[in-house]
């Protein structure tokens, strides 16, 4: 079982940077792809970074060039720098691990832009 924990939502400001974190832990396996994924009201969920298996970082295209996508191997952590941010990045954002045989996600963590 894998357990994910986010921190670092919030309102706020659109200047950034602004940093959230996801914190893994449980058995952590075959794992082939760590990112974030966000769900604005009324819209389905979106890809917004994810490390595939070989390191291949591929971004949204709505954060392309804004966002920036980490991983600390050692600590089980995903980080998820945001810059640049607008009123369009307000969702709630969840942290994904696939592994070969299943997805976890994490609870969510509300992120307000407030302009």
């Known amino acids: 079982q894998v357990h994910l924990e986010e921190s670092g939502g919030g309102l706020l400001q659109a200047a950034g940077p602004h940093i959230l974190s996801c914190k893994a832990s449980g058995t952590l396996d075959n794992v082939n792809a760590v990112g974030w994924f966000r769900q604005a009201p009324g819209k389905e969920r979106e890809l917004v970074a994810q490390i595939v298996t070989g390191g291949q970082i591929i971004y949204g295209d709505s954060v392309q060039g804004r966002f920036v996508l980490a991983r600390d191997n050692a600590e089980n952590t995903i980080a998820l720098v945001m810059g640049h941010l607008s009123e369009s990045d307000t969702a709630v954002y969840y942290c994904?691990?696939?592994?070969?045989?299943?997805?976890?996600w994490g609870q969510g963590t509300q992120v307000t832009v407030s302009s």
């Open positions: 994904m691990i696939r592994t070969a045989t299943a997805t976890y």
